[in-house]
């Protein structure tokens, strides 16, 4: 019989370059975290509607084509308003943007590309362990 999986641990991850979601998937999964890597919004958001309850983490870069990732987490915190985001990008964010993002949808990882996996790792560990501490 399979044991069930924590669903803390269970990630969605979102970005738009299929080797970075890869690379930051594998890591993740080798350090025992179940993640579901997606490189297009639109579907990502549809697994994630259907799926939610499977998850603690949702973890998306901020600029991609379609739809950017703040609205994509805009719309992940309407169907599960208590679920953990992350926010990454390789870009510089205006202080001003920034603040105003914050203040709209509650994230809490900004996470700077690029990031060592270990980084990562360490990042998603404390998400976890403050999900199971409450």
Known sequence: ?????????????????????TVLRQGLEKQGFRVFGF???LLALEHFQ????????V????????????EFIKNVKKIKP??????????????????????????DEFIQKPIAIKN???LVRRCVNVQISI
């Open 1 to 21: 019989m399979r044991p069930a999986y924590d669903s803390s641990k269970s990630v969605l991850l979102l970005d738009d370059e299929f080797d970075i979601t």
């Open 59 to 70: 973890i998306s870069d901020l600029r991609m084509p379609a739809m950017n990732g703040y």
């Open 120 to 122: 990562l790792v360490e």
């Open 39 to 41: 490189t297009d919004p």
């Open 50 to 57: 259907i799926n939610s309850n499977q998850y603690g983490l």
């Open 82 to 107: 208590e679920v953990q985001v992350f926010l990454m990008t390789a870009f510089e964010i205006d202080d001003k943007e920034f603040r105003r993002l914050l203040q709209s949808v509650k994230i």
